[in-house]
């Protein structure tokens, strides 16, 4: 009978070769190349579709192409609210003289009486959809927001599919595929010539390249060790911090979109040569019965390594002679039976159910603070950097606590002190700026602390026949958290806390739903979903075994 994958200790022959040796080091040398990438293509619209300070131009007042933002007699001519004039608002002029004539005094103008304007003058040269295509005024703010809604509908589209391709013919071509799409697509979009092939461009671009980030993580994941998993994770998730700040300078340097986004997606263009020698997961390789493929990655693994295969390993992995059965192993290996199977099991199910919920709340705040963080009183682009680089606090302090705390107290505590600061920051007298945004960072550094926890709790507790197609499933229920997440800052034109409310309150909630979980802290990845659903703790076992005494 042939030797099915569960034969192989894969933790043990990755302990002989090495659990973060040569050989990985180089694979996620090469996988944080499509992390970064990630980090560009998901955020861009944070900054292209960004709104922007502008005011109505006053005929007779403002000097053509020379005209100031904010000249002396501004106060005359348009309403102020906040101190800030009016975007789409002026003063009637009352003077009978043409307004070439008028000399903009106060008495020019009748300030009980607004009409609105359709030519603008703007702070100052960024350009961005909004000058471009001319979405201005508050009735065409939900056409800037619904750019990030569709961004992340064509992720929820496609994270399914992307999964099944990924399980059923290998993560390395969905990586190839998503990055060349993605890449293509978003230069592409950068010669828009209207907002609606802008927008179905933006619907594209994650339509293709969506699992980027997940393909990634868990080709980089499945080859390192158990013990290395948190470092590994963390090395995937400080690149990407590293490179959201890196988007926020971007922009700063680059104030118009079209060549910002050129500048963030033609990498992707020239990156595939060295994705091209991306390893297959070997775990992948074992759950479609190519037992060779997979020994010779670990062979040439062993050799970068400076190790040697001891002869129980090479054992384990020798070709299979009986044909016969080798291809009875692989039709009950066929994807839809394993996925059907697996979904008639309700704990199953349940998890399943918990983690996407989980995942909604997360990518939600995540997302949320991220976004709202360019509407915080300051400069945008430095605010974004530093909502950006507050994660990496955050993933040292995962370094130190996760393997000695475990995920699962680290998850919840993480959502529920995030959805506390949250609430918390709502009761910071205004006008203080520096504690409010401090605050705001606190928040982002225990959501961050979170997601990066989730990533590695939903690779190991699902089996890796179906690992990233569950992950796709949870994942692109997250997405219903990113679509929603850039409507978030209209929530404040409602009631001005509501956004960090709504963060708070799912916060807590989905953290406490997480003590549903099994702690997974030095298990060994399951390769079945029976291994997957007897994952116990040792507290659990302990408390077992004092039942019975």
Known sequence: MPKSEDDIDLDGVLNEIGQFGRFQIRQYGLMVIPIILNAFFTLSYVFTAGNLNYRCEVPGCDNGP???????????????????PAQCERFRPISNASLDNLLCDADEFDQTSIIGCDSFIYEDDEVTIVNDFNITCPNNDWKLTLVGTINNVGQFVALPIAGYISDRFGRRLVLLLSVAGSAIFGVIRSFAASYEMFIAL??????????????????ALELVGPKMRVTGNNIISCAFSFAEAGLGLLAMLLKNWRHLLRALYIPGIVSLPFLWMTTESVRWLLSKGQREKAFDVLKKAAKMNGKTLSPAAIDSFCPVSDNESRSEMLENNNFFNLLTNAFKNRRLILRVANCSFCWLTNVLVYFGLSLNSVTLAGDKYLNFILVSLVELPGFLIMQLILDRVGRRITLCTTMILCGLFCFLSEFIPTGNHWLSLILFLVSKMAITMSFGTLYIYTVEIFPTNLRQSLLSVCSMFGRIGSMVAPQTPLLAKIWAPLPMVIFGSIGIASGLAILEFPETLNTQLPNTVEEAMNMKTEDEGNKGRERLA
């Open 66 to 84: 020379n005209a100031v933002y904010h000249p002396g007699w501004l106060n005359n001519t348009v309403p102020f609210k906040h101190g800030i």
């Open 202 to 219: 933006e619907f594209l671009d994650p339509l293709i390249g969506s699992t980027m980030y997940t393909t990634a993580f868990v080709l």
